[in-house]
């Protein structure tokens, strides 16, 4: 029952707060001659003022005692509360004993700052202890830290590049420096591992018999769920993540690489990946054989270019801008269909016949079928390639109808459309179906200008 009066307090505080202001403003504005009418109604707003004030200390008193927040914090809003309180007693029987003050507006000054500085005390005991400063910040920063760049995932440390960023994100609000629920501290190694007033949290090597993954898989309904339901939840990922580092030792000090990887976990270590500019890097691909040496000859010596996309990989570029490659021989791809990334058959004579023969290329990422003589009919064909990035179709006859047997290619980010038969009246309608892709339609129109150009003149000769 004292903890239930005790969680009051967050409802009551904001009485006082409320009251005292509009009491000590009304008493201000009666110490001039033009507003004296209003002395009535500040004795009544300064009496319930300060009963909410009496109130709010009592129920603050007991919420501390939880031990959930940082004691010199507490102390400090605890304080100052009793003062705020004790001086809306005096102001109250200053008012009822109708004793003139020498200066009658200090007692509603003092009382509207000290309001002010107790409020901020008590919002940073609730959201960290520099929530008001953080409006100020410079732009792109946020207090509650969030996901580094990691150029290189193998090589980042697992705690403090990924881990302890999940755990800031989710947990600090609660288990920080500025507030403890549960004597809890999460935001340093030692603190996080000691645990708190029901014992350690995480047991190194044994994940599913850790309490905070425990918690964290408990129905969302479940009083005892973290975090809780009214707060962001952590993400499938989060939870494997947080699961993995802990099942692996819960170690502070390795790198990525040093732990074992299941697949997910791969999976989810990929999407950490970033450029210094804070772009996603495509996760890495998967390991592949080394194509048929016969099959690259066989197309090389009709004049097609077939070459590694990097040193030490066995995934393969092709280029066929100078080979007579057509319907009768493309079939000369598919021994390459695990192999070839990037593919280049624009302006060659392939029809709808070919694309059964192109939508087998499984690997493929980077397809451009510029200025062939394919159509929205045969175009459903290439809705099997699941890796496609970038699809190339200027100078075609292609429509919107054909690209709508497209839509569910999800890593499609770039569809090059110039010269086609897509209409300008269409892209909406594209940007719907491929709401995460560029779509370049060409026909770029470069501004010029005056020191673009320079008109040379001959000399004048003499007369």
């Given amino acids: 029952m004292i903890q239930f009066i005790a969680r009051l307090h967050p409802a009551l505080v904001h009485l006082p707060i409320g009251i005292l202001l509009i009491a000590c403003v009304l008493r201000l504005l009666s110490l001039r001659a033009k507003y004296t009418s209003l002395q009535a109604a500040v004795s009544f707003t300064v009496f319930w003022g300060m009963v909410a004030a009496v109130l709010s200390c009592i129920t603050g008193y007991l919420l501390s005692q939880s031990g959930e927040y940082d ?73 509650v830290a969030k996901a580094k760049v990691i150029p290189n995932v193998q090589e980042a440390i697992l705690y403090a590049d990924i881990v302890q960023p999940i755990l800031q994100q989710r947990c600090y609000s609660c288990h920080g420096a500025a507030k403890q629920k ?74 990525t690489k040093e732990i074992p990887q299941p697949d997910k976990i791969k999976a989810f270590l990929a999407s950490y990946q970033q450029r210094e500019d804070k772009t996603p890097v495509r996760a890495p691909l998967a390991p592949v054989d080394a ?45 390459l269909k695990k192999q070839l990334l990037q593919v280049d058959l624009s302006e060659k004579k392939i029809t709808d016949a070919s694309l059964n023969t192109i939508g087998q290329l499984s690997a493929v990422e980077t397809l451009q079928l510029d200025s062939t003589l394919i159509s929205d009919k045969g175009l459903a064909q290439l809705a099997t390639l699941t890796n496609l990035r970038s699809l190339h179709l200027t100078g075609t006859n292609l429509s919107l109808a054909g690209l709508q047997s497209l839509s569910a290619l999800h890593n499609l980010k770039n569809i090059y459309l110039y010269h086609s038969a897509v209409k300008s009246s269409d892209y909406p309608a594209l940007k719907k179906l491929f709401p995460s892709a560029n ?25």
């Fill in 71 to 143: 004691e010199t914090l507490v102390g400090q809003h605890q304080w100052l509360g009793i003062i705020t309180a004790s001086l809306a007693l005096l102001f109250y029987v200053s008012l009822k004993i109708k004793r003139r003050l020498a200066f009658p507006w200090a007692m509603p000054a003092g009382i509207i700052l000290l309001v002010s500085i107790t409020g901020h005390l008590g919002g940073s005991l609730t959201h960290g202890s520099d929530y008001l400063s953080a409006a100020f910040e410079s732009a792109g920063t946020d207090t």
């Fill in 182 to 255: 549960g004597k809890l501290r999460m935001d340093q190694p030692d603190l996080l591992m000691k645990g708190g007033k029901d014992g350690a949290i995480i047991e190194p090597g044994k994940a599913d018999a850790s309490e905070m993954i425990k918690r964290i898989l408990l129905e969302k309904s479940d009083e005892h769920h973290m975090p809780p339901k009214e707060k962001p939840q952590l993400s499938s990922k989060d939870i494997a993540i947080l699961h993995w580092w802990i099942a692996s030792g819960a170690a502070f000090d390795k790198k």
């Fill in 291 to 335: 194509a048929d040496p016969k099959a690259i000859q066989a197309l090389q010596a009709m004049g097609v270019a077939v070459v590694p996309i990097a040193a030490n990989a066995n995934y393969l570029s092709l280029n066929a801008i100078t080979a007579k490659l057509d319907d009768k021989n493309v079939s000369l791809l598919l021994p």
């Fill in 439 to 463: 779509i370049d339609t060409g026909n770029y129109q470069v501004p010029l200008f005056e020191t673009d150009t320079m008109l040379v003149k001959p000399p004048k000769r003499p007369a």
